[in-house]
């Protein structure tokens, strides 16, 4: 069974930067296209990022060029470079599969950012 892992959030002050890792279980892997999600609090999940596998990527409005979604095929590992940080990204963050289906989710990695 699939199995992701996202780690890497924290506390920052606004401006601040942030890496997410996604570590994904799965053999193809480098076939998947790949998406960072994440769910502020008392709000629906959202689609922040997406990378396919062959590098294509899209991005929300909302984090346009200040995310970067990034991965490393050999590792099974996604990235979310995170920089000039706001309030409003504060959620919790989650990686998923967006092709063949999602998989069972993680626990999440939680960004928050302080005025």
């Known amino acids: 069974q699939v199995q992701l892992v996202e780690s890497g959030g924290g506390l920052v002050q606004a401006g601040g930067s942030l890496r997410l890792s996604c570590a994904a279980s799965g053999s193809i892997f480098s076939i998947w296209t790949m998406g960072w999600y994440r769910q502020p609090p008392g709000k629906q999940r959202e689609l922040v990022a997406s990378m396919t596998s062959l590098g294509t990527t899209n991005y929300a409005d909302s984090v346009k060029g200040r995310f970067t979604i990034s991965r490393d095929n050999a590792k099974k590992t996604m990235y979310l470079q995170m920089n000039s940080l706001k309030p409003e990204d504060t959620a919790v963050y989650y990686c998923?599969?967006?092709?063949?289906?999602?998989?069972?989710w993680g626990q999440g990695t939680q960004v928050t950012v302080s005025s």
């Open positions: 998923n599969r967006i092709n063949y289906g999602l998989v069972p």
